[in-house]
């Protein structure tokens, strides 16, 4: 039994553990992929307090030690299914069930996929969500970055150390990225920009070549050719394990107080998973502190 069982190892799971375990709490983390999350993902961070700049693997490592230097559980596994109701939570895994006395949901969110035909297909033959993994496999060569917001600018700016030429496509005429990746991405003369346009389909054949773009005002397309296509159109709440609950908006967003509380007692919610206007590690980070504490304040009226 344990006191607190943290779904997910972000940012915002892993600052929930590290306040829990410090208020003596017995915490376990149950995480489906690697520790930090989307922090994997991203090579530099430069928002994050306290550091000018530091590499997201970097970082998660130093929160993951961190949580375990102070006492957190670490446990592998893919939750399936849940109980939140009542006395203990449940959490199925699938070959084993956990069960706590309060539960902080930070599964936090995945890359939203274009929905084009080509894309299933061609994942991993040069389809991808994540430059940073990926963008070395792409020395000399052009590519294509579907999306406008931080995420897609961001990685296009990376992309320009190995690829040829990165051609930005985005549905509308103006990019929604911060103005400081957006005067980066302009005055870098790798990168181009094709506006008004959407990705119809990605072309190929035992990998990409190419993709079909459509410019949404006049109907005209044209095929783009490249090696490579990232794509970075949003992201989707991982809250697969909680389809039906009430906790969930219309997006499958958690609906939570300003205290990360759900309607369900000893239930909290922390980082992306949540519905909030901004998402980003330090509101991770935060929300996660303070799911932590609240569970603290209720696990002392049980």
């Known amino acids: 039994m344990y006191d607190v069982a943290i779904i997910g190892g972000g940012p915002g799971g892993l600052s929930a553990g590290i306040y829990a375990a410090r208020a003596n709490l017995k915490t376990v983390i149950v995480e489906r992929g690697l520790y930090g999350g989307q922090m994997q993902n991203t090579l530099d961070i430069e928002n994050y307090p306290g550091f000018d700049n530091i590499e997201g693997p970097v970082l998660s490592e130093r929160l993951y030690n961190q949580a375990l230097g102070v006492g957190v559980e670490w446990k592998y596994g893919n939750v399936q299914s849940v109980k939140l109701e009542g006395q203990p939570k449940v959490l199925n895994l699938g070959d084993e069930t956990l069960e706590a006395r309060s539960v902080i949901i930070a ?41 406008g ?33 957006r005067d980066r991405a302009f005055d870098n003369p790798k990168i181009q920009f094709m506006w008004d346009t959407v990705v119809d389909k990605i072309e190929g054949d035992n990998r990409v070549t190419g993709v079909l773009a459509r410019n949404v005002k006049d109907g005209s397309t044209q095929i783009v050719e490249a090696k490579g296509v990232f794509i970075y159109v949003g992201v989707d709440p991982v809250t697969d394990f909680l389809k039906g609950s009430e906790i969930l908006d219309e997006w499958g967003y958690i609906l939570t107080d300003e205290f990360m509380a759900t309607s369900i007692p000893g239930v909290y919610a922390a980082g992306d998973v949540r519905a909030a206007s901004l998402r980003q590690i330090v509101n991770a980070a935060s929300d996660g502190a303070a799911a932590a504490m609240k569970a603290y304040e209720y696990l002392e009226t049980l």
Do not use: M, Q, W
């Open 107 to 147: 599964s936090g969110a995945s890359p939203r996929p274009l929905g084009v035909p080509g894309e299933a297909e061609f994942t991993g033959r040069g389809v991808s969500y994540c430059a940073t993994c990926d963008g070395a496999l792409y020395r000399g060569a052009d590519v294509i970055v579907v999306g």
């Open 149 to 181: 917001g931080d995420s897609a600018i961001k990685e296009a700016i990376l992309l320009t150390r190995f690829a040829n030429k990165v051609t930005v496509i985005h549905r509308r005429d103006a990019l929604r990225a911060a103005g400081i990746l």
